[in-house]
């Protein structure tokens, strides 16, 4: 099917994105849609006939545990709402802990890289058989980006993804920003990747702005869209011509005009490169059949890749050391990475702590995350954070605390527990982490 050129739908820029012009299809977060409701603005968007397909964020299915079932229903409910040709996931996991190394469930809270190791793809392609059984629409992958890399991995990630297609016939979402990413923090050149890579699998293609601080890239999905990332998208269309390109913001929006500017960037390069390549093949979207009858991955092979990833999220957001052969500097990077992430995020659910706190609010959120791993979502995050102020008899200023208590009661409970509470909490979570 093709796509044409799209742009991430976000609430934030939704009138902007309308009044786009050239628009063929856009992208919306799975999570942020409702079961049942569309907003007005995707309602409109798909009577102009503009496509609209589904970017999940959470399934994680390169964790060690299989795909849970209500988040796959919930995502074959959102492309069912949309009508969407397909939906999109990402190669990551997000999630660790729990039953298989009987510790504390861990949610991440970003997209973390799996180890390209014949392990973890034996789990990766038995889950991604299981999503795509589940769901309704083809299923298309993406590649994400890295600050850490795995010691010990047998296969490049060009390697990787082709296997992984020829196993499962999964379609892929290839990120030219995130290859460009690991390029600059991993050594890893994007051109071997798309030399290696089935391009003919390729369902769209993303493209998203970063900055580099200090030798690190950082996919912000914050900042213009730089040469270099360009530079890759040029590359891999003197290759194929994929089905579909899309400019993916996530946050400091730019005036509908930078974004226009942006899309005619992109367009213009995919034209040139275009116009300079040995007319290559065009990529149809189409899978591969994948055989049947795959062998069933083992449990121990689970637990092994749970241990694992267990051990490494821990040390990005409980304070544990870095696992033996990772680099301790780019734990500790990204690690505080997360936790702003984490501060971000809660900033925006919950827009009242911020106003609340004051300059206040990033200390107190970074100081609070240091020490408490996510083990939900982002509002329950909130209103934990909210409770361990309260509990340690913050903020100072009276005022402030009776408006916070005020805010907590109303999303949680009759009043915050006491200390007493507290600390049995706390004694029984660090319990089941032992």
């Known amino acids: 099917m093709k796509l044409g050129i799209g742009i991430g739908w976000r609430p934030e820029i939704a009138a902007a994105v309308e009044a786009l012009p050239g628009i063929d299809w856009v992208e919306a977060v799975a999570e942020n849609i409702c079961a049942g409701h569309l907003p007005d603005s995707l309602v409109r968007l798909r009577e102009r006939g503009v496509t609209v397909v589904p970017h999940g964020v959470s399934l994680g299915l390169g964790g060690a545990d299989r795909p849970d079932a209500d988040r796959l229903a919930d995502l074959a409910a959102r492309a069912e709402l949309l009508a969407a040709p397909l939906v999109t996931e990402h190669i990551a ?33 038995e889950n991604v058989r299981i999503a ?14 890295a600050l850490i890399s795995w010691p010990d991995e047998e296969l490049t990630e060009g390697q990787f993804l082709a296997e992984l297609v020829e196993r499962t016939g ?3 979402l290839i990120d030219v920003a995130n290859l460009h990413t690991n390029h600059v923090n991993r050594g890893e050149d994007p051109a071997t990747a798309l030399d290696e ?21 950082h996919d912000t999905h914050a900042h213009p869209v730089t040469r270099p990332v360009l530079d890759v998208l040029a590359e891999l269309r003197s290759r194929v011509d994929p089905p579909g390109v899309l400019l993916e913001r996530d946050d400091d929006f730019p005036p509908a005009g930078g974004l226009a500017a ?27 059949r994948p055989p049947a009858g795959a062998a069933a991955v083992a449990d121990g092979v689970r637990d092994r890749l749970a241990g694992a990833q267990s051990a490494l999220l821990r040390a990005l957001v409980a304070g544990d050391p870095a ?21 971000g995020v809660v ?9 609340i706190l004051g300059a206040g609010y990033r200390p107190a959120f970074l100081a609070y995350a240091g ?8 509002r329950r995050d909130a209103l934990d954070f909210a409770e361990s102020l309260l509990i340690a008899g913050q903020p100072a200023d009276e005022a402030a605390r009776r408006e916070l208590t005020h805010w907590w009661q109303d999303r949680a409970a009759a009043r915050p527990p006491r200390r007493t509470t507290r600390l049995i909490r706390a004694a029984r979570a660090a319990l089941v982490g032992r």
């Not at 795509?132 to 980006?145: G, K, T």
């Not at 890579?197 to 890239?217: C, F, M, N, S």
């Open 93 to 125: 996991f997000v999630r660790a802990g729990g039953p298989r190394t009987a510790s504390a469930a861990l949610e991440a809270g970003h997209l973390l890289p799996v180890p390209r190791t014949r392990d973890a793809l034996d789990v990766l392609c």
């Open 132 to 145: 795509q059984e589940s769901l309704p629409v083809p299923l298309a992958l993406e590649n994400i980006a």
């Open 170 to 172: 999964v379609r892929l």
């Open 197 to 217: 890579l089935p391009v003919e699998a390729i369902a769209y293609v993303h493209v998203a702005g970063g900055i580099e601080k200090d030798g690190v890239w």
């Open 262 to 288: 942006e899309l005619a960037t992109i367009r213009a390069t995919l034209d040139r490169a275009a116009a300079g390549a040995t007319p290559p093949a065009a990529a149809t979207g189409a899978a591969h």
């Open 323 to 343: 696992p033996p052969g990772f680099d301790a500097h780019r734990i500790g990077v990204q690690s505080h990475a997360l936790a702003a992430k984490r501060a």
């Open 347 to 355: 900033a925006k659910v919950a827009p009242e702590l911020p106003k």
């Open 371 to 378: 020490s408490t791993p996510m083990s939900a979502g982002y």
